[in-house]
Nanobody
């Protein structure tokens, strides 16, 4: 059974940094895309960062601030976030799927679920002074 567990969220001041972790169980990261998504209060869920077959994709507003990477030995994916802004406040979730598409998510419509079948429960990031 596939399960994903996020951690690392919290309260941070604008300009601060956080590193989110997503531990993946029952599933090998090597062969499938995995992404980070977020949903702000009252907003739509959107793709933030995604990695697949060695390629990485980022939503425009987080480019140069967020980095997605994996530790395959730990089957864990990270989202390192710097220079956080109040508009980054959201619940952040990781997701994966056999037929997931990073390209479609990040370059066609970040609000649409393109094959991400397995989701974690999310971790709250609150950027506030």
């Amino acid at each position: 059974q596939v399960n994903l567990v996020e951690s690392g969220g919290g309260l941070v001041q604008p300009g601060g940094s956080l590193k989110l972790s997503c531990v993946v169980g029952g599933y090998t990261l090597d062969y499938h895309p995995i992404g980070w998504f977020r949903q702000a209060p009252g907003g739509e869920r959107e793709g933030v960062a995604c990695m697949s077959s060695g390629s990485k994709y980022y939503e425009d507003s987080v480019k140069d601030r967020f980095t997605i990477y994996a530790d395959k030995a730990k089957n864990t994916v990270y989202l390192e976030m710097h220079n956080l802004k109040p508009e980054d406040t959201a619940v952040y979730s990781c997701a994966t799927g056999v037929w997931a598409s990073c390209i479609a998510t990040m370059e066609q419509d970040k609000h649409v679920n393109y094959g991400f079948d397995y989701w974690g429960e999310g971790t709250l990031v609150n950027v506030s002074s």
